[in-house]
């Protein structure tokens, strides 16, 4: 099992392949910003309507257009849990990387895989999967990942799911 050290502010790099957290938003300011272009932060305590996910676009750190949810109250799995809900890979990736479980699921049993095909995010559903989401995991109508999408006519992601299963 890995160990996380949580830290408040993380920083992913434009390619996506790197994420790495800060204590303040100072030094993920300035680490952002060296990555440079695209490079995205997110706060990851980041209060109900108050900026979480900001984006360096022409050498200066913006607001990317998600707000929080009262971030940190009840853990990094359902701070996960609505991260996918909001459909950002960044803030997914945030909170895996803040030690949120890939096979989280909400107070109903829906997992993180179930809301990430539901929302139709393949690159949240990669990353998931890069994480260790649980493919077997049923949600309360007794379904897998793989059969939503199915259900739901996503080929692309049933496809992905399915190879990921093999």
């Known amino acids: 099992m890995t160990t996380h050290q949580a830290r408040r502010y993380y920083v992913r790099d434009p390619d996506a392949q790197t994420i790495s957290g800060y204590d303040t938003l100072e030094a993920a300011t300035l680490a952002a910003t060296e990555y440079g272009e695209g490079t995205f932060v997110v706060d990851t305590m980041a209060q109900a309507y108050k900026p979480m996910l900001h984006q360096v ?21 359902r701070d996960l849990i609505e991260a996918i809900k909001k459909g950002h890979a960044a803030l997914a990736h945030a909170f895996l990387a803040k030690g949120a479980s890939a096979s989280a699921a909400d107070t109903n049993g829906g997992a993180a895989l ?4 539901g929302g139709g995010k393949i690159e949240i559903i990669e990353l998931l999967l890069e994480h260790g989401a649980d493919k077997s995991a049923t949600d309360g109508h007794g379904q897998t990942a793989l059969e939503l999408a199915q259900k739901r006519g996503r080929e692309e992601i049933a496809e992905l799911l399915a190879k990921s299963n093999s």
């Open 114 to 117: 179930h809301w990430a095909v």
């Open 57 to 77: 676009r022409g050498g200066t750190l913006v607001y990317a257009g998600y707000g929080g949810w009262d971030t940190g109250r009840f853990g990094p799995d």
